[in-house]
């Protein structure tokens, strides 16, 4: 028995996978929380409205595209002629049922635009958000964020913004979790009265993945812990705006707080409650961190001897902190990965700020405990860093013999694995004691460079000489480390050359052929060719 298999399968099939992209499954989200409301007994209909913007550039055209399941669905959709306008429409969906004549049960709204957008809607998004949204209807904002200004002429990150309007962030990770945690998203608008901001990255609105579509699968939690007054928390009218205000800090945010954990979406992804290392981190920093294990060769059944755990955020703020003290109890190092500014982390010590000494774990993200800097607050993290950051704090002593290899150049003769964890520590926290005459450099991936990082004085102290290295990446010749330790006996001297150029400097360009060390041409030195240059004999 054969199965047809079309195109529209994508916004027609009501259950089972679905190959999407991330765009796609942004359109179909409203379908199936129409599907869902119509399975209650609600009839609602839906409105969406923004101005595009990559990583958001083509959500419109997507949505014209799906124009005839869009409409069979009860959804309008009306581009606005600025970000503020679409939202001031969205904050009249949710007031139908102040006036007679209403045709629904209620409009859930979505809202799209890219970071600037939400710079230039602060205004309409206040606004919106403390007055609220209905009983049965919602709004879900699409924040487009673009981390590494690919096509913005500024990087940015909208959850200050967001933050300051009152609005709960949701970060998903993959296309699964757009339609995961969109439903969600629209019954935590519904249950608390706030808008929701829902984080967009390129790196997963973009990508494509075969997911499950049943609008039923999830299923939704009504918090037991929470008391909900018998005025409830939505629009009404008249109001007083004081009176809002009020609302949405003693009672919006705390409901918000308690749908989250009603439905447990702060999950323990890897490993036992009970290890020793924990790791906080979401979105798209889940799945480099996830990466930079793998790099390191760190599969579940190794994490878990060594004792990491990690912990996946859905909500960046506010922070359900529940179940998050809950996961770092017990922990003697937390790390917190998150890109940009630290939001997660500061939320966490805040949090733990107050426990029990023997309950607090050190607690480190962007700065180590003494003020170093541990993972960088520009541009996107890479799994290279992460796995820098996580082997600085573990330690390689402890890890198998296959982790400790891929932290080897070549055969492991010209980095032993002690030398490299203090070369790894000492590029984070200056400060480490180390043998005398040890020097580190820091070897800069197809730009044939290496920097001379730190150098130990007579008392074995390390003294940075550059700034920190933080922008290799995996994938050099041999996937070795790009942070090398080299032994320098006292007669080969200091190396005098900050940087080294193997177009300029006279004969290390040869020297490096010889030894069939030299890539790309000559332009490009491998990590070990480097190694060599560098502890070469000066003549």
Same mark, same amino acid.
């Given at each position: 028995?054969?199965?047809?298999?079309?195109?529209?399968?994508?916004?027609?099939?009501?259950?089972?996978?679905?190959?999407?992209?991330?765009?796609?499954?942004?359109?179909?989200?409203?379908?199936?929380?129409?599907?869902?409301?119509?399975?209650?007994?609600?009839?609602?209909?839906?409105?969406?409205?923004?101005?595009?913007?990559?990583?958001?550039?083509?959500? &419109?055209?997507?949505?014209?595209?799906?124009?005839?399941?869009?409409?069979?669905?009860?959804?309008?959709?009306?581009?606005?002629?600025?970000?503020?306008?679409?939202?001031?429409?969205?904050?009249?969906?949710?007031?139908?049922?102040?006036?007679?004549?209403?045709?629904?049960?209620?409009?859930?709204?979505?809202?799209?635009?890219?970071?600037?957008?939400?710079?230039?809607?602060?205004?309409?998004?206040?606004?919106?958000?403390?007055?609220?949204?209905?009983?049965?209807?919602?709004?879900?904002?699409?924040?487009?964020?673009?981390?590494?200004?690919?096509?913005?002429?500024?990087?940015?990150?909208?959850?200050?913004?967001?933050?300051?309007?009152?609005?709960?962030?949701?970060?998903?990770?993959?296309?699964?979790?757009?339609?995961?945690?969109?439903?969600?998203?629209?019954?935590?608008?519904?249950?608390?009265?706030?808008?929701?901001?829902?984080?967009?990255?390129?790196?997963?609105?973009?990508?494509?993945?075969?997911?499950?579509?049943?609008?039923?699968?999830?299923?939704?939690?009504?918090?037991?812990?929470?008391?909900?007054?018998?005025?409830?928390?939505?629009?009404?009218?008249?109001?007083?705006?004081?009176?809002?205000?009020?609302?949405?800090?003693?009672?919006?945010?705390?409901?918000?707080?308690?749908?989250?954990?009603?439905?447990?979406?702060?999950?323990?992804?890897?490993?036992?409650?009970?290890?020793?290392?924990?790791?906080?981190?979401?979105?798209?920093?889940?799945?480099?961190?996830?990466?930079?294990? &793998?790099?390191?060769?760190?599969?579940?059944?190794?994490?878990?001897?060594?004792?990491?755990?990690?912990?996946?955020?859905?909500?960046?703020?506010?922070?359900?902190?529940?179940?998050?003290?809950?996961?770092?109890?017990?922990?003697?190092?937390?790390?917190?990965?998150?890109?940009?500014?630290?939001?997660?982390?500061?939320?966490?010590?805040?949090?733990?700020?107050?426990?029990?000494?023997?309950?607090?774990?050190?607690?480190?993200?962007?700065?180590?405990?003494?003020?170093?800097?541990?993972?960088?607050?520009?541009?996107?993290?890479?799994?290279?860093?992460?796995?820098?950051?996580?082997?600085?704090?573990?330690?390689?002593?402890?890890?198998?013999?296959?982790?400790?290899?891929?932290?080897?150049?070549?055969?492991?003769?010209?980095?032993?694995?002690?030398?490299?964890?203090?070369?790894?520590?000492?590029?984070?926290?200056?400060?480490?004691?180390?043998?005398?005459?040890?020097?580190?450099?820091?070897?800069?991936?197809?730009?044939?460079?290496?920097?001379?990082?730190?150098?130990?004085?007579?008392?074995?102290?390390?003294?940075?000489?550059?700034?920190?290295?933080?922008?290799?990446?995996?994938?050099?010749?041999?996937?070795?480390?790009?942070?090398?330790?080299?032994?320098?006996?006292?007669?080969?001297?200091?190396?005098?050359?900050?940087?080294?150029?193997?177009?300029?400097?006279?004969?290390?360009?040869?020297?490096?052929?010889?030894?069939?060390?030299?890539?790309?041409?000559?332009?490009?030195?491998?990590?070990?060719?480097?190694?060599?240059?560098?502890?070469?004999?000066?003549?």
């Amino acid at each position: 028995m054969s199965i047809a298999v079309t195109l529209d399968d994508k916004y027609v099939l009501e259950r089972g996978r679905v190959y999407l992209t991330g765009t796609q499954a942004l359109v179909r989200l409203p379908m199936m929380q129409r599907q869902r409301d119509l399975a209650a007994g609600l009839n609602t209909g839906g409105y969406i409205s923004g101005y595009r913007g990559s990583p958001l550039g083509g959500f &419109d055209q997507a949505l014209w595209q799906a124009k005839r399941f869009i409409k069979k669905n009860h959804i309008e959709f009306q581009p606005g002629l600025n970000e503020d306008l679409a939202a001031t429409a969205l904050w009249g969906t949710q007031q139908i049922h102040l006036y007679p004549g209403a045709k629904y049960d209620g409009v859930f709204g979505m809202w799209y635009g890219k970071g600037p957008g939400v710079d230039r809607c602060g205004d309409a998004f206040k606004h919106a958000n403390y007055a609220g949204t209905s009983k049965h209807g919602g709004v879900v904002a699409l924040a487009g964020d673009d981390h590494m200004a690919k096509s913005s002429t500024l990087a940015h990150q909208s959850e200050p913004a967001l933050i300051a309007a009152g609005m709960p962030i949701l970060h998903p990770a993959s296309v699964q979790e757009y339609l995961d945690f969109g439903l969600h998203a629209f019954a935590l608008s519904r249950y608390s009265g706030l808008w929701v901001a829902f984080k967009v990255l390129s790196e997963t609105v973009d990508s494509s993945a075969s997911v499950y579509v049943d609008p039923h699968r999830i299923e939704i939690h009504t918090p037991t812990d929470f008391y909900m007054p018998p005025e409830g928390v939505h629009i009404r009218w008249p109001d007083e705006w004081l009176g809002q205000e009020r609302r949405v800090v003693t009672l919006k945010h705390p409901a918000a707080l308690a749908y989250w954990r009603a439905n447990k979406l702060d999950r323990l992804m890897l490993g036992r409650p009970d290890a020793r290392f924990g790791i906080v981190t979401v979105g798209k920093s889940y799945l480099d961190v996830r990466q930079a294990l &793998d790099e390191l060769g760190l599969d579940e059944a190794e994490a878990e001897r060594l004792g990491l755990a990690i912990y996946k955020v859905g909500l960046v703020w506010p922070l359900e902190t529940q179940g998050a003290i809950a996961f770092c109890e017990g922990k003697r190092d937390v790390l917190v990965v998150e890109e940009k500014r630290p939001i997660i982390e500061q939320q966490l010590k805040d949090a733990l700020f107050n426990s029990p000494a023997d309950k607090r774990p050190v607690v480190v993200g962007k700065t180590d405990e003494r003020g170093q800097t541990l993972l960088k607050t520009d541009g996107e993290l890479t799994p290279f860093e992460i796995a820098n950051a996580i082997v600085s704090r573990l330690g390689l002593d402890g890890m198998s013999e296959r982790t400790r290899q891929r932290f080897r150049v070549g055969d492991g003769a010209i980095a032993p694995a002690d030398i490299l964890v203090a070369g790894l520590q000492a590029l984070r926290r200056a400060g480490i004691v180390a043998a005398e005459n040890h020097a580190f450099i820091g070897v800069a991936p197809r730009c044939g460079a290496a920097f001379k990082m730190l150098q130990a004085d007579r008392n074995g102290e390390i003294r940075p000489k550059r700034q920190p290295f933080a922008r290799a990446r995996f994938g050099d010749e041999h996937a070795a480390a790009h942070v090398l330790s080299a032994r320098l006996e006292k007669r080969v001297g200091r190396i005098e050359q900050r940087q080294f150029d193997p177009m300029r400097a006279g004969g290390l360009k040869e020297r490096a052929q010889a030894r069939g060390l030299s890539g790309r041409g000559g332009r490009h030195f491998s990590a070990q060719a480097l190694f060599c240059l560098a502890s070469s004999r000066r003549t």
